[in-house]
């Protein structure tokens, strides 16, 4: 009977990256449902993969700041920027933020297949359940009964169902009671009450915003679209809105006081916006679109809101729209230097199927792959 020493639930960015860092000694399998690995790595940054971030830190992310402070402290973007520097993978800064893959996201996915020659891959192989028998695990698949003696599961969110998303990571969890908040989706457009349909007649259009979520303040571009609002600020603040209001400053870094007075212009023009969002936001406003140097103290005070038009989003575009899924297995559940179950020995949870979610700029790989390599080394470190 052939016995792993550690089966790999999934050939993603964490599934691989964790196969990669793993002592080349051991027997190691990775499972995966789709007939190539990696698939949403291939589609991600528009095919570029946006990998990480100039700027890393635990603020970035939604969900247990000490777990994911440690991860970032074993394997941090300068790790994962000399580790792709030192295979002939040099990926490019975009709007001096995003570090993106200079030809495609190919340069990643190559790598990672080149860096896990040693293990078993096993494709086209749907994961349902995973029980354990006598201290090994055991999965039914379409190979036979794969044992092993550990299992990283690394199957990912839910978004993207149409490239092999599925929930299995949660079920697993949940079969050996493991606590998990259910996915929802996240980094994903969101939908408009009544009140704010204007913003759907303005599709196409982006403009540079400040949203404020709560704490938090996303400063990027928002993109007006048929369904509603997206673009990366939308993206980001969608990650840390649940219900309740959210507020859009439109014109960031300038007064729209000192921009009004004693301006002859007409107010539409006067506001450095395309005029269509200018005219439309005015009459949201409910402001007179009349020369800037005629506003009275009223339709002033109302124009000030452009810096703070507050409004509470219908919902969100959905798993088919959502770039990551917020929920999963609980960090507490979760040892946080090993990424271990605490009450399921030799049980391992990596990469979006655990309950820490990134905001839209890389650091949704960042997190893969470091929670990928604490466990690597975790698992390097044991004996079999
Ligand atoms: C369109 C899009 C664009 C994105 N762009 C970016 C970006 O530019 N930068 C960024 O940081 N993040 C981006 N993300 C998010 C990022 O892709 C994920 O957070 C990341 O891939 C998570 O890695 P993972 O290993 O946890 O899961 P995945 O990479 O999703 O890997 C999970 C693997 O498990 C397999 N699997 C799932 N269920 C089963 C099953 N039942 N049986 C067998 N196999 C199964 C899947 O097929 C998949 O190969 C994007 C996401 C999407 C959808």
Known sequence: ????????????????????????????????????????????????????????????????????????????????????EQNAVEPEIR?????????????????LKAKTQHCELLLNTEIKSIKKRDELFELQSAHGVLRAKKVVVATGGKSYVSIGASEIGLDIAKSFGVKVKEFTPALVGL?????????????????????????????????????????????????????????????????????VEGNKKLLSSAIPLPKRLSKELLKALDVEDIECRK?????????????????????????????ASRGGVLSHELNRYTLEALDVSNLYFIGEVVDVTGELGGYNFQWAFSSAVVCANALSLEQF
């Open 191 to 259: 939908t408009l009450q009544k009140e704010q349909f204007w913003m759907k007649e303005l599709s196409g259009l982006s403009c540079y915003v400040h949203i404020t979520v709560g704490e938090k303040i996303l400063k990027e571009e928002m993109l007006f679209a048929h369904k509603g609002i997206s673009g990366p600020a939308v993206l980001s603040a969608s990650l840390y809105w649940q219900k309740g209001n959210m507020s859009i400053d439109f014109l960031p870094d300038m007064n729209i006081v000192k921009l």
């Open 295 to 323: 506003l009275g103290k009223t339709a002033l005070e109302k124009l000030v809101k452009i810096h703070d038009y507050s409004f509470s989003p219908a919902g969100n575009f959905g798993f088919t729209k959502a770039e």
């Open 1 to 84: 009977m052939k016995i792993y020493d550690v089966l790999i639930l999934g050939a993603g960015a964490s599934g691989l990256m964790c196969a990669a860092h793993l002592d080349k000694k051991l027997r190691v399998a990775i499972v995966e449902g789709n007939e190539k690995v990696a698939k949403k790595l291939k589609i991600s940054g528009g095919g570029k993969c946006n990998i990480t971030n100039v700027q890393v830190s635990e603020a970035n992310f939604d969900g247990d700041s000490e777990l994911v402070g440690y991860a970032l402290s074993v394997f941090s973007k300068e790790d994962l920027l000399l580790f792709l």
């Open 95 to 111: 709007k001096e933020r995003y570090y993106f893959c200079k030809r495609s996201a190919d340069e990643i996915i190559d790598l």
